[in-house]
């Protein structure tokens, strides 16, 4: 007879453990499987034979994010009613690194939602350089001031990190919102997060040390990318900062000592968010609160026919990197 405590019964009770783990994680893996083949079905059988928006009970993954279905988050929390007016205006975009958007005292043609990168606005005068004042991705849009009725964009806006977008006309999205103010209402409310966003980093820029703006602006952009490798350069740093590119590589070579980054050829690595975030000043944080609503809102998974993306070309580069006006 075996004792509890004897050896052969517990190598039985790990051995039982163990294959119960197994059965769990093979049921998952089973449910997971059959899910992703559903959703796949479903796409392939076209537009007739599937809804075009149907609810969601998380973010869209991976495997979502392959297919035709909207990725930024502010469209999917739109609900399908009002989707639908903006479905057939929407046009698929490649956004390759430096890409000008909008350029400044230019007229706004299009208006941009983010599907993957990260895009800066810039301010700048004749005597200065250009410095980011506001960082934009899939949880947003470009082209604030066609929401708020004006023809031309404020600030030069440029892709810091190379991407995708849903772009409409602004005149098509302006008679859209006019005759559905429920739309033009979410997008205001993505405005009031961004002139947060703008004032944080105006208060952040003269009142904080370089090392914490640059752990705010890197927390930034990693929540607006998928990977933790986000292609930058210490160039692209330093003007989207405003200081030297010399104090830019020396607080990058603090942070890897400390061990919150990993530097590569032409990448940083967020190795250790929590030091990162502590490294940070609270700016970050009241600007992250400030977009919490469009991560808690509603989620939809709205369903796009799209053809192969249209390349945006970006113009030629001018001084510090930052492509020259057109």
Not at 240 to 268: H, N, P, Q
């Amino acid at each position: 007879m075996l004792h509890c405590g004897s050896p052969q019964t517990l190598d039985r009770r790990n051995r039982d453990v163990s294959r119960r783990r197994r059965t769990i994680i093979l049921r998952q893996m089973l449910r997971l499987k059959v899910a992703k083949m559903k959703l796949i079905n479903q796409l392939l059988r076209g537009p007739a034979d599937h809804p075009k928006s149907y609810q969601c009970d998380g973010p869209v993954d991976g495997m979502a994010s392959a297919s035709a279905i909207v990725r930024n988050r502010l469209l999917a929390s739109m609900a399908p009613e009002l989707f639908d007016r903006l479905r057939p205006h929407l046009h698929s975009i490649t956004l390759k690194r430096k890409a000008i958007l909008q350029e400044h005292n230019r007229p706004i043609e299009y208006v941009y939602f983010l599907e993957r990168g990260v895009a800066s606005l810039f301010a700048r005068t004749k005597s200065d350089g250009p410095v980011a004042v506001s960082i934009v991705g899939p949880r947003g849009f470009v082209g604030v001031a066609a929401i708020l009725g004006k023809t031309r964009s404020p600030n030069r806006c440029v892709m810091e990190v190379p991407g995708e977008a849903l772009r409409i006309t602004s005149q098509e999205l302006n008679r859209i919102m006019d005759d559905a103010p429920a739309v033009r209402q979410l997008l205001l409310t993505y405005i009031h997060a961004l002139l947060i966003q703008n004032s944080q980093v105006a208060l952040c820029n003269g009142r904080h040390e370089l090392l914490e703006r640059l752990c705010r602006w890197l927390l930034l952009a990693a929540d607006r990318f998928d990977e933790k490798a986000i292609p930058l350069t210490h160039d692209q740093l330093a003007v989207t900062l405003g200081v030297r590119r010399a104090g830019v590589t020396t607080a990058l070579s603090t942070l890897e000592k400390m061990g919150a980054i990993a530097k590569t050829r032409g990448a940083i690595e967020i190795a250790d968010r929590a030091l990162l975030e502590h490294e940070t000043c609270e700016c970050y944080h009241i600007i992250t609160s400030e977009y919490r609503f469009i991560t808690n809102s509603g989620c939809y998974r709205h369903v796009l026919e799209r053809l192969a993306p249209d390349l945006d070309r970006p113009h030629h580069a001018g001084p510090n990197g930052i492509p020259a006006a057109r």
